[in-house]
């Protein structure tokens, strides 16, 4: 675990949020109930962020309470209220990488992008729905949501890191680098193709079933 | 397909470098109007655009877990404990 007087050194301070400095206040004096509504908030996001990357339940629940707890001691010493979530995502992510007993979200090597420009095979049309679009109707939404969770998972996990911490929990871009010791540039990097690579792969499942269907 | 040039020309390599950037409002203006004149005119990059654009709207729609009551009651109670042997 890094010292959060590292942490405070690296991490720039980002928009002001008043609910963030109430808590932190909260937590660096141990208040009562501060630890509960730590929980509250926070819980969620990391149990789902946990599912991503173990898969397992009983995995993400060991990171989620690894997380929380780890966190809470270190977030004493916080300086800025702002930089709390890349914190707690910085030790869920090396909670994960226990799990994986692996050192590093490294990829093996890096993806280019021309690996990822479509063929002149693909189909013309777009195949992937506008989740805009989509009918209100639980089955359909529930068939796509898993689709694109089976997409989610089968990123490389260097990229998926980055995909679900940028567009499923909407951090920022300076908080992922915080939290995965990345510059921006390469979260930017990986970003980009984890996108592609998740694009690419929707727009292959959706044709496969057009084309089981007969359809053109 | 319409347009000035064929696809899978250099302007369109070049574009596709962009996209992600493009889609999080974080291109300089001349870059983003050159996207936009691109995309105007070149329909197969335009509808990758578009596909791009759905496929990181379906990521950001999946709803974060609600986190299970028996999890948060383990959690509270193992914090009660670390503080008793602390």
Redo the contacts between chains.
């Keep these: 675990m890094e010292k959060v007087t590292r942490l405070n050194a690296n991490l720039p301070v980002v928009e002001k949020d008043p609910d963030s400095d109430e808590l932190l206040s909260r937590i660096r004096e141990d208040a009562p109930g501060a630890f509960d509504e730590f929980v509250t908030r926070f819980g969620g996001r990391i149990y789902a962020f946990g599912m991503k990357f173990c898969g397992e339940r009983e995995d993400a629940k060991d990171v989620l309470q690894d997380t929380l707890l780890q966190a809470y001691r270190s977030l004493r010493e916080l300086e800025h209220a702002e930089a709390m979530t890349s914190w707690l995502y910085r030790v869920a992510a090396n909670a994960c990488l226990m799990k994986r007993r692996k050192g590093k979200f490294d990829p093996e090597r890096e993806i280019s992008l021309e690996e990822l420009l479509p063929g002149p095979g693909e189909a013309a049309r777009i195949q992937i729905p506008d989740p805009a679009a989509l009918p209100h109707d639980d089955a359909v939404r529930a068939e796509t949501q898993a689709r694109v969770q089976k997409a989610i998972g089968d990123l490389p996990p260097a990229y998926r890191i980055v995909l679900v911490m940028r567009d499923m929990e909407q951090l920022s871009t300076q908080e992922v680098a915080d939290a995965l010791s990345l510059e921006i540039s390469a979260v930017k990097m990986r970003l980009h193709r984890a996108r592609l690579m998740l694009r690419n792969s929707l727009e292959e499942s959706y044709a496969a079933d057009r084309r089981a269907d007969g359809r053109p | 397909m319409s347009g000035r040039h064929a696809h ?1 020309a250099p302007e369109c ?1 070049a574009l ?2 962009k ?3 493009y889609l999080d409002g ?1 291109l300089e203006l001349g870059a983003c109007a050159d996207v936009e004149d691109h995309t105007a005119d070149c329909e ?1 990059c335009r ?2 655009l ?3 654009r ?9 709803h ?5 009551e028996n ?2 009651r ?3 109670s ?2 009660a404990r ?1 503080r008793g042997s602390s």
Aim: negative net charge.
């Design positions: 899978g390599v596709f470098a996209l992600s950037e974080e197969r509808e990758f578009e596909s791009l759905r496929a990181v709207a379906h990521v950001a729609s999946l974060a877990l609600e986190l299970p999890l948060k383990d959690i509270l193992a914090y670390a």
